[in-house]
């Protein structure tokens, strides 16, 4: 079992930035992928980032690429989101996602074990 908790969601004009955080607890942080996701009003959940299990390895979704970061510190069993250059259609809750599938790019949510409550991100134009 893994706990996800995140934090750092909020309020942001648009061309601003935020950084969401994801601490984890459980089993052992460093043998899970990590990803992110998001889901906006009346639409379904969608692939944000994910981050394979040393960091080494990243993979975004193409709305994203350029303007996120997804990154993980195991020693402290957090992920992290780095969002620049935000724009009014990145509004939506971001959820972080943790599998024990070991892979490069699951951008799938049922490929995901564990999941936080999720944070909310508003982005005013």
């Known amino acids: 079992q893994v706990q996800l908790v995140e934090s750092g969601g909020g309020l942001v004009q648009a061309g601003g930035s935020l950084r969401l955080s994801c601490a984890a607890s459980?089993?052992?942080?460093?043998?899970?992928?990590m990803g992110w996701f998001r889901q906006a009003p009346g639409k379904e959940r969608e692939f944000v980032a994910t981050?394979?299990?040393?960091?080494?390895?990243?993979y975004y979704q193409g709305s994203v690429k350029g303007r996120f970061t997804i990154s993980r510190d195991n020693a402290k069993s957090t992920a992290y989101l780095q969002m620049n250059s935000l724009k009014p259609e990145d509004t939506a809750v971001y959820y972080c996602?943790?599998?024990?599938?070991?892979?490069?790019?699951?951008?799938?949510?049922?490929?995901?074990?564990?999941w936080g409550q999720g944070t909310q991100v508003t982005v005013s134009s």
């Open positions: 996602a943790a599998t024990s599938t070991v892979r490069i790019g699951i951008s799938g949510p049922d490929e995901y074990d564990y």
């Open positions: 459980g089993r052992t942080f460093s043998s899970y992928t």
């Open positions: 981050i394979n299990t040393s960091g080494s390895r990243t």
